[in-house]
T-cell receptor, first 114, second 113 residues
């Protein structure tokens, strides 16, 4: 099977930098994704890493190390609107090598304080 | 504008009744998915469909059923066999090719009493 672990909560102040870690165990691996979800809302896609290294998109960056089965999401210049839950997700073969669905972690709730 | 529409936003049912949640997309996506989210938890896969007239069970399919008769529609039925049906249900779609991000609907919050 597959499993992902990430911290349940993180608190930071406006303007700061925060890193949300994710470790995963999968039977196959086809990339690590990150999604953001505000309370009661729909998850929205943030980033995707298929290869090792850092991907930067504006204030958000995502890192992957396949050898360590580890990745992180880095949020810079935090704003109040960044308060949300952040989920890492993997697409793997699972029990069915044709499976193309994502498996999500339990989410990290980020609270940005003034 | 293209998107995914889930209706209704809130749904209330009595225990023992089947209920069908609607999901429609006009993004011309091949793949569609149903996830369940419980408070403070991640998304768990119920069913997914990569193409019309075909679908596969996810990790928690027991007590649920789906159909995919049209590309645009992927309704989910929560049956009376589902032991804990109260949850937030999210439908998503993707082009289905290679890595393609999921596009989510705004969800249906189902409460069964």
């Amino acid at each position: 099977g597959q499993s992902l672990e990430q911290p349940s909560e993180v608190t930071a102040v406006e303007g700061a930098i925060v890193q949300i870690n994710c470790t995963y165990q999968t039977s196959g691996f086809y990339g690590l994704s990150w999604y953001q979800q505000h309370d009661g809302g729909a998850p929205t896609f943030l980033s995707y890493n298929a290869l090792d290294g850092l991907e930067e998109t504006g204030r958000f960056s995502s890192f992957l190390s396949r050898s360590d089965s580890y990745g992180y999401l880095l949020l810079q210049e935090l704003q109040m609107k960044d308060s949300a839950s952040y989920f890492c997700a993997v697409r793997d073969g699972g029990r069915d090598t044709g499976r193309r669905a994502l498996t999500f972690g339990s989410g990290t709730r980020l609270q940005v304080q003034p | 504008d293209g998107g995914i529409t889930q209706s209704p936003k809130y749904l209330f049912r009595k225990e023992g009744q089947n209920v069908t949640l609607s999901c429609e997309q006009n993004l011309n996506h091949d793949a569609m998915y149903w996830y369940r989210q419980d408070p403070g938890q991640g998304l768990r896969l119920i069913y997914y469909s990569q193409i019309v007239n075909d679908f596969q069970k996810g990790d928690i399919a027991e007590g649920y059923s789906v159909s995919r008769e049209k590309k645009e529609s992927f309704p989910l039925t929560v049956t009376s066999a589902q032991k804990n049906p109260t949850a937030f249900y999210l439908c998503a779609s993707s082009p289905g090719q290679g890595h393609s991000p999921l596009h989510f609907g705004n969800g249906t919050r189902l409460t069964v009493t």
